[in-house]
T-cell receptor, first 115, second 110 residues
Framework: EPEVTQTPSHQVTQMGQEVILRCVPISNHLYFYWYRQILGQKVEFLVSFYNNEISEKSEIFDDQFSVERPDGSNFTLKIRSTKLEDSAMYFC?????????????FGPGTRLLVL | SQQGEEDPQALSIQEGENATMNCSYKTSINNLQWYRQNSGRGLVHLILIRSNEREKHSGRLRVTLDTSKKSSSLLITASRAADTASYFCATDGYGNKLVFGAGTILRVKS
């Protein structure tokens, strides 16, 4: 069964450094998402992406964040200058369509620790 | 906020018993989904119920939706130790983002 994959599974970085989190969505899916979950808290929406542009973003997704689909398979989340509070599990998800009623399939996550 | 909120926050049962988790939300929705998360792992999609549906089954899972009360329940029958996980409801009333609740931590003792 097709799966969303994410790399790396764990990333440790120093505050102020840039990190790029990578995702390979399910191949025939058109909508892509990033969510994050701070330890012990709810899963929070960051951004959705369709047709090579952001379709929606949350207030968490400020100027330090960016997303890109550099080729036909990868979908990346870049955090330009990491802060301690960026430490979280980051999940990528994809769906076949972006309309209501579409299941979003999640990857296993990247655990980011900012020191 | 249209957040889903689950209760109870934690539930501990014996293997073989049924587990019921509830979710409430605040605004109109198009659908509601339930996900499972094993400790520190990814989110696994369990079931999606549309706003015009009242009940849905998938294996040992039964989900109900009451849009008049803005609530949903997830029933896991004949629970197993492997069902131990956190369970989240997620709604998508606006746009295509999912809004998750805080989750119910289920522990099934063998």
């Amino acid at each position: 069964e097709p799966e969303v994959t994410q790399t790396p599974s764990h990333q440790v970085t120093q505050m102020g450094q840039e990190v790029i989190l990578r995702c390979v969505p399910i191949s025939n899916h058109l909508y892509f998402y990033w969510y994050r979950q701070i330890l012990g808290q709810k899963v929070e929406f960051l951004v959705s992406f369709y047709n090579n542009e952001i379709s929606e973003k949350s207030e968490i997704f400020d100027d330090q964040f960016s997303v890109e689909r550099p080729d036909g398979s990868n979908f990346t989340l870049k955090i330009r200058s990491t802060k301690l509070e960026d430490s979280a599990m980051y999940f990528c998800a994809s769906s076949e369509e972006g309309t209501w009623g579409e299941t979003q399939y999640f990857g296993p996550g990247t655990r980011l620790l900012v020191l | 906020s249209q957040q889903g909120e689950e209760d109870p926050q934690a539930l501990s049962i014996q293997e073989g018993e049924n587990a019921t988790m509830n979710c409430s939300y605040k605004t109109s929705i198009n659908n509601l989904q339930w996900y499972r998360q094993n400790s520190g792992r990814g989110l696994v999609h369990l079931i999606l119920i549309r706003s015009n549906e009242r009940e849905k089954h998938s294996g040992r899972l039964r989900v109900t939706l009451d849009t008049s009360k803005k609530s949903s329940s997830l029933l896991i029958t004949a629970s197993r130790a492997a069902d131990t996980a956190s369970y989240f409801c997620a709604t998508d009333g606006y746009g295509n983002k999912l809004v998750f609740g805080a989750g119910t931590i289920l522990r099934v003792k063998s």
